[in-house]
Structures are given as C-alpha cells and as structure tokens.
C-alpha cells in the first residue's frame, strides 16, 4: 500500500499528549503521546492487555484519563462520554456490534440520534442519507431488512453507517476483521480507503500485521502500556512491528520438520452432525488423521467446524457415521460422551476456552484437572494434593502465568487461560489431539508457543486435528488441509503446494471455476455466496447438550 | 474496582447487613414508643440468656440448618431450589410411616430409619422437579414453588384419610410413643428447662461437615460446581448434567427431609398439619446469608434460630412490641442479608481500593 502523497504534512486530527490511566494496580496507558493525522489510516498494534482498547476507550468517552490531554483538530477538549466524542466528529465501531437485532437498519441506524419525537421525518430523512452514504462508499445494505438477518460482514457496514450518519469523520475499528471472511475483509478495506480519500481519519486497532501493512498510513506500536513507536507504514515489516510488540524477535514463520505419517488414529465415516434447531451442520463427512499427522480444517467460521469438533469429541451427538479411534468405534451418546472419548485416548482443546474449555470461577489448579477429575483419588474423594502437584508441574512446563496455581482462572491472561487449557490436554499423553482454534485472542509471543508444542506432539507420534479460521495458521501448521464448506468436504489440499487464493475460492464454496470479475461497485461473486450461507444459517449458536437454563 | 478480601466479603458484609437491619428494626420499635436498645436486650438473653431460651433456639437452627444446608446444595449445581418447605412436609410422611410402623421399638433403633424414611421421601420430593429440570427443561424455581403447594395438599390429605385416628378431631396423626421418639436433650441435662431441642441437631451438626466434604473434596462435588459454574464447560468435561441436576436434587431434598425428623420424630411425636410452619423457606434466606458455604449456613441458621427465640420472648416481654412488628423485623433481616445482601459491596469495595492506594 502506498501511502498517499503528503500525508505527513496534513493536518492533526487527533493528537494524545501524556495520557495515563491505571485500573488499581495496572496501570494500562503509560504516558503515551499519539499523532493522528487527517486523511490517514492509521494502525494500532500490540498484544492483548498492551493498552489499545483502554486508549481508544479513553478517546471515545468510555473512560477518563487520570491526565493527560485530547486534541481534536488542536483543540483540547475533556471527552466525558460518547455523545461528547460523537460531536467532536469521533465515531467507533465496536468489535461486538450494538445492534438491536429486531429492528430495521434503518431503525437501528437513527436509534439514539432522532430529530423529534416523532420518527417519520428522522426515517425520511435518514433514508436519504443513507442511500448517498452507500453510493458514495460502497455500504449498500438494504434499509429495511432486520439486523437479524444480516451476514456479519453487514452488519459492520452498519454499524460504520450508524458512525456516518452522526457525522463522525475520525472513525476507530476494534479488531474489525476478526469476524470477517477474507472476502469480507477485503471489501471492508476497500470501504476504508474510500473513506480515507474523503478525507475521514481511520484509526484501526488490530493485532494482524497482514492488515496493518496491507491498508495503514501509518502504524503505532504499543507494549505493556506504553507506546513504543510510531512509524511509517511503507518503512516498516511485519518481523520488525512484530519485534516492537513482543520486545524480542519472533519467528513469524512455524518452524517444522516433514511428517512421519504413521497408521490411522482417527477415522470419521459419513459422520451427519444437526444443531440444537435439528438443521444439518455436518453433512456425511469422512476423513482420517494417521498418527505423526496434523490435518487442519479450513474453512470460514460457521460451515460446521463447531459442530464437527463437538461431536468428534463427544460434546455433541452425532445422527448418523462412524468415529473410529484406533480402529475401535467409539460411543458418544448421552450427555457425558466427552467422559468416554477421554478414556479412549482423545484430549481436546476446545474452540471457545472461556465458555467450554475452562471454568472461570474455578482456581487454576481444578481447571487442570478439568474432564480428568475422575482420574484424582479412590472412591468418592478428590485426591486435592496430585492434583495441586500435577497443576504445578504443568504450570513451570508450560511457562504459566503468573505461576501461582491458587489464583482464579478467570485472573490470568488469554494467552496464559490457553496454556493451562493445553497443558491439560497435552499432558495426558492421548492417541489423539483434536484442536479448535488454538490461537484466538492469544498474542504473538504466546502464539508462537503453542504452534510449537502442537508440532512437538506431532513429532512424538500423535494424530492431531486442527480447526481454525486463520488461514495461515491452518497452512503454516497442517501436514494436510481439508477444506469444509456448507457442512462439506469440497476439498484437500497440500499446504506446500496450495496458495492462499485457491484455499479461498474453496472455503467460499466455488469449485475451482473462476470468479467472474468484478465491476467496481459490485460484490464479487464469491463474497455473495458465502454472504448466503451466512445469513441462511444466521449466527453461531449452539447451547449444546445441556439442559439447564 | 478490586473485588473484597475474603474475610470482609464472608464476614463483614454479612455483619453490616445485619447491623443495618437491626438499625431499621430499632427505627420501628422506636416508633411505637419503645426503647430498641431494651428490645435488643430482651431479644438477646430470650435466645441465649437461659437454658430454656437456648434450647428453643437451637431447636429453630437445627431446622433451619437442614433447610439452609438443601438450598445451598442445589445452589452450587447452579439450581435453585426454593421448595425445601414441600419437601420437608413430604419428608415428614417418610417418619411418621417408619415411627407409627414400628411404634413401641427403642429410638436407638428406630431413629436412623426415620432419617432415612424422612431422607427418602424428602429425595423423592426433589427428584421429580430434577427430573423435570434435566429431561423436560421445566425450570427449577417454578416446579419447586408448585410442589410445595401439591405437597401441602397431598400430605394434608393423607392425614385427613389415613393417618388421622379414627374418631378423632385434630390433623394430626397418632401419637408416636415416647420410647420410640428422638430424644430431647432436656431428658439428659436439665438446664434446656421444657425445650425441644433434641438429638437431631447432632446430626445437622454433621450435615454441615458432610456437605462440605462432599463438595470441596470429592470428585462428585468437583462436577457440581463445575455444572453450577459453567454448564457447558460440564459437558466438555464429560459430566452429564442431566444425572448431576437429579443427584444433587435427591440430595438436596433429602436434607429437606431432614426436618421432619427434628419436628415429627423428635419434638411434636406426631405427624401434624403444616409442621414445617415457614423453615423451608427460611432455609432460602440461610442459604444466601452463609453464602452457600456449610459454615456460613451454621452461623446464619443460629442468627435466624435466635430471632424466631429471641422474638418470641420480645413479644412476651414488651407487649407493645407486637408480633407483626417481630415478624417485620425478621423480614428486614431477609431483605438485606438476602435480596440485597450486594447493597453495600460496592462502598466497600471503594473504600477498600482507597485504603490499598492512597
């Protein structure tokens, strides 16, 4: 991306000097200083907890600064809550959307911002701005569907239009593509520079280096608070912003050897998987893991993933097909099939850790015990001390922290809740380790981590299955890729031979035709198809087996 | 904002809520024109000063043990039981059938049948609304309302047909001999003077070890909290809430029954109409004030038996305090230990971050 000709020298939109802000003993911004100027689009990186969100809260009105000052357009004004920031021409667009499902989009766009009491003029009068908004930006969406009926991709274009439309032109985007398919993603792009050229100010917090370099002006690093530099997006690379972030170098790259495929561990035969409403999700998938293997799972989040995982591991029950483990079948049936797949040999780290994977009530050392609580004592009791004494030798193997096995789990890091997660599950030794997105929310030092000790099982022999949406985790770490669409296996590939653009046109759902080209102004086909799906299957949700509540 | 030390949390707060209830009540003794500080007095030498006084308020606590001890159970499995009142009176069938049955043999043999008739009739009474909870998704709350109603009309109506003597016109059932009741402690020291309390809060005693054991330290207790706390999480650990919601029902309304062995076996000798009299639902006010903790369910189940005393005596003893202001009192105790037993946590919570950084 180039950077457009003379964007330093355009004027300051927004500028931050000596901003500090602690929450009790954390103290989340430390002393920073930040130039944002207009027309640009300027990225936000670092890891999780290294201050963004609290930045971006404090420019937004959500918190107050314990000092430091805000300009907008040199101007220094004390933004005391959202509506403030709103009229200073500040609008954000949350990571999780404040949508209201039921109303229109039209609705849901004048909501908060009526001209009167009585809503047929504000309608009018919105209707009209919006048809000029989604002309001039390519944000169509059709004013008078329900949210609810939205693909993920539109409603962001909503919630950016709800921005619009209150006459915000410095827009900040929370993490905006991590719901987002890479078509999606793309067309949000092209949105953002559409709005740059207008002159709109993007502030973008992300902790993907790929969309830093791919649509930032200029890029801002942050670490443990503080802000470490900030740098011209074209001078810079993803080691060296990734070295910024960590403070020490990374490897970007998974590091690993050839695979030794050994015999079949895992077999799935015809395997038909219904949601929680009776609607087919995996629809007759067979595959198999051999062991020394990892076989990943590509593929856009809601084709199936969640439900292949949970019936794999017995979280969820299958309607029909055959899982083998060893070339015994397994019986998952009944509400504690997870007990079962266990006992013959099958970990699995769950996709969602905070609402599966860890209780977060719990100390650390019961969620490393979790699932495996029968294995500690005789009898009806619970041998306390093994379990402390495992908890802590998973938690210096593991690197843990902080490495205090008392402290309560919801008190550790993200990064740090999926270790005790995997140590768990990697340290009973399985035949089998099923994997669902191993590295979400984690950040970069701790990523790097994890792909290591997933490749370390491999070489020791164990089958793995991974899911993930990152693509490039799915090719960097796989020995093979399958590719799920719609419930379906519409592909395998090889990581060393496919590229990303191939990986795509199947996880969209288009069998090696090419796309049709696409005129300016119009979706490309693909994204059409994958919007479809998303908007027929509405979002993922499952409550699975349990029956409470 | 810092969440509490854990002593303020299990102790202070608790206290203060307590502190500001009697405040209030004080506030409505005053009114009527008398001094609150005397009623504090009489209220506190009525539950502890004297034998006879004590005795009756560890009779009260040993219910209200049972019943706080039932809904606390349940609560750790994310299940909120508020129909220890049925299940007690239900329980009560459990004894009186085993006591009228073998009316005449030695309590030291009849007893542990009556805890466990009274044990298994009470389970009964909470394992249907589990089933239902688990295989039909009936909620909770609402079938244990309900099943305290049918409770107080099937028990009434067993007593009406059958337990009743014939002839007689009470709604009691017969009496169980003296030789075959649990006894009470009187017989043995005579400084309970005429009270009630009875061999039974022994073994409340042991409940509140039992239950803790059986929560904190066993593999069963592991699963319930992990089902009270995180559902899902339950189900990929491989626990299958369904049998963990109708398990923790049967032990929650076993301990319900528990009740009926205090008042059937031990205090009235008879099956009579309502015996539970209100301590199922006071177990739910125990349970939230001892914060599902057996301990704290001890200390709150003694606080709430020394109000039921202490009370008494004060409506005794002060006639213009009358019992409606009493049961006022009571209800202010509820309402802040209870409802809004968080009211004061955010003060606190700030003047404790304010403490910690200056």
Known sequence: MQRPPGAAASPIAIELIGINKHFGPVHANKDIHLVIRRGTVHGIVGENGAGKSTLMSILYGFYTADSGEIRVNGQPHAITDSRHALALGIGMVHQHFMLVDNFTVLENVVLGAEDSPLLNRTLEHARTQLAALARDYELEVDPDTLVENLSVGQQQRVEILKALYRGADTLILDEPTGVLTPPEADHLFRILKMLRDEGKTIILITHKLREIMAITDEVSVMRQGAMVRTLTTAETSPPELAELMVGRRVLLRVEKGPANPGKVMLEVENLVVTDDFRIPRVKNVSFSVRAGEIVGIAGVAGNGQSELLESVSGMRDQQSGVIRLNGKPLSLEGDDGAARAREAGLAHVPEDRLRMGLITNFQEWENSILGYQDRYGKGLSLDIDKAKEDARAYVEKFDIRPPTIDLKTANFSGGNQQKIVLAREMERNPDVLIVGQPTRGVDIGAIEFIHNQIIKMRDAGKAILLVSVELDEIRSLSDRILVLFDGEIVGEADPAVATEGELGLLMAGVHAEPAPAAGPGTLPAHETAVEKTLVERGPDSSSLKDSQQ | ?358
């Open chain 2, 1 to 358: 904002m810092k969440p509490l030390p854990r002593w303020a949390d299990s102790v202070l707060l608790p206290l203060l809520n307590v502190t500001l209830a009697f405040f209030i009540g004080g506030l409505i003794v005053a009114a009527v024109g008398q001094n609150p500080l005397q009623a504090v007095g009489i209220m506190i030498y009525g539950a502890f000063g004297y034998g006879n006084g004590l005795g009756y308020t560890l009779y009260y606590t040993t219910d209200f043990i049972f019943a706080g001890l039932a809904v606390s159970l349940a609560y750790h499995a994310g299940l909120f039981n508020i129909g220890p009142e049925g299940q007690a009176y239900f329980g009560g069938l459990g004894v009186i059938f085993v006591a009228l049955g073998l009316n005449g043999v030695p309590w030291w043999i009849v007893g542990p049948l009556m805890v466990i008739g009274g044990g298994l009739f009470g389970a009964v009474w909470g394992f249907i609304p589990g089933y239902l909870q688990a295989k039909r998704g009936s909620h909770i709350v609402i079938t244990t309302i309900l099943f305290n109603f049918i409770a107080t009309l099937l028990v009434g109506y067993v007593i009406d047909t059958v337990l009743r003597p014939p002839g007689a016109d009470n709604d009691e059932s017969s009496p169980i001999l003296a030789i075959t009741r649990v006894p009470q402690l009187r017989s043995f020291i005579p400084f309970f003077g005429h009270s009630p309390v009875n061999l039974t809060v022994f073994l409340a005693l042991i409940c509140v070890g039992l239950v803790y054991w059986l929560v904190w330290h066993t593999k069963f207790g592991f699963a319930i909290r992990a089902l009270g706390q995180n559902p899902v999480a339950a189900n990929y650990a491989g626990i299958s809430n369904q049998k963990m919601i109708m398990l923790v029902m049967v032990l929650s309304g076993a301990l319900a029954g528990m009740v009926a062995v205090n008042n059937v076996g031990g205090v009235q000798g008879r099956l009579i109409l309502n015996f539970v009299n209100g301590a199922g639902f006071v177990g739910v006010a125990v349970a939230f004030m001892g914060r599902a903790h057996p301990v704290g369910v001890l200390l709150s189940a003694l606080l709430f038996g020394a109000l039921y005393q202490g009370g008494s005596e004060l409506a005794f003893s002060m006639p213009g305090v009358t019992k409606e202001m009493i049961l006022t009192i009571q209800a202010m105790v509820i309402l802040f230990t209870g409802a809004m037993g968080d009211m004061l946590r955010i003060p606190l919570q700030k003047l404790f971050s304010l403490r910690s950084s200056p």
